[in-house]
């Protein structure tokens, strides 16, 4: 068995909403992609206000309708595990800049990047709105973005998997 070569972290707020729709979004890209023998993908907050809850049941909710799984435990974000992290994604701007206030160098602040900024539709605002205080549209509006913005950190990990020249299993 491998070892997963490429480790990414989804980081919000709470760790109840937005990255838990990403870590769900990602990881079904990942295996779409063959590549889940060798990418690793997760969240957390960037506060410990949830930490041991499951996802909120809306966001669960508008997963299972797109037939997303999510298996999912709330937790607050370590500056430690930026050594085993190869990218912290970040879905708003204050968590960008959150995390890269706690990276201990300024290799791990480099590893921190808005997922928006994947987006191949460019969008003028890379802040991913935090849906919890809205409606069930929010969290629809906020899977939308989460989807759009995934395929280009897919291509993205795919070519860093490939620079490190590891091949997914077969």
Request: some cysteine; glycine content about 8%.
């Amino acid at each position: 068995m491998r070892v997963p070569s490429f480790r990414v972290c989804f980081v919000c707020t709470g760790n109840i909403c937005r990255s838990p729709i990403a870590e769900a979004v990602f990881r079904a890209r990942v295996e779409e992609a063959g590549l889940g023998d060798l990418v690793t993908v997760d969240s957390a907050g960037t506060g410990g206000w949830h930490e041991g809850d499951g996802a909120d049941r809306r966001a669960l909710a508008v997963l299972t309708e797109n037939d997303y799984e999510l298996d999912h435990t709330a937790r607050e974000f370590q500056p430690d595990w930026f050594d085993e992290l190869d990218l912290v994604i970040a879905l708003d701007g204050e968590h960008l800049s959150t995390l890269r206030d706690l990276a201990p160098t300024p290799e791990d602040a480099a590893k921190v990047r808005l997922l928006r900024s994947y987006d191949p539709s460019e969008p003028d605002d890379l802040d991913v709105p935090d849906p919890y205080y809205g409606s069930m549209d929010h969290f629809h509006e906020c899977l939308e973005m989460v989807e759009s913005a995934s395929e280009g950190l897919l291509d993205a990990v795919r070519a860093a998997v490939a620079d490190r020249g590891v091949r997914a299993a077969v």
